[in-house]
Nanobody
Framework: VQLQASGGGLVQPGGSLRLSCEAS????????MGWYHQAPGEARELSAS???????NYSDSAKGRFTISRDNAKNTIYLQMNNLKPEDTGDYYC????????????????WGRGTLVTVSS
């Protein structure tokens, strides 16, 4: 299973970006998916997560500015990021809890490579 993230780039403060993350490979189902932010020199932290039934959860810094969504048919999540601030700069990683088989209910976390977001004037 692979997660392919895209959509990062350079944007001015107040601007917007939309990140995408698609899961590919062989698996039975995907449970929760999420986006994690890692600022330079800092630990990786949850920005937003979404369940298979599209219930969402946001960090305090993401609330009101970011929107996470999901297309289960495409095994893809999105992160719409509005009113970006310099402190949003960093790598954004997507994560998915994968159930590999119908015969095993254990879920495994899979991480994608980061996509870099730079907010600067």
């Amino acid at each position: 299973v692979q997660l392919q993230a895209s959509g990062g780039g350079l944007v001015q403060p107040g601007g917007s970006l939309r990140l995408s993350c698609e899961a590919s490979g062989r698996f039975f189902s995907i449970n929760d998916m999420g986006w994690y932010h890692q600022a330079p020199g800092e630990a990786r932290e949850l920005s937003a997560s979404i369940t298979s039934s599209s219930s969402t959860n946001y960090s305090d810094s993401a609330k009101g500015r970011f929107t996470i969504s999901r297309d289960n048919a495409k095994n893809t999540i999105y992160l719409q990021m509005n009113n970006l601030k310099p402190e949003d700069t960093g790598d954004y990683y997507c994560k998915a809890d994968i159930r590999p088989s119908a015969y095993n209910q254990v879920m495994y976390p899979v991480w994608g490579r980061g996509t870099l977001v730079t907010v600067s004037s």
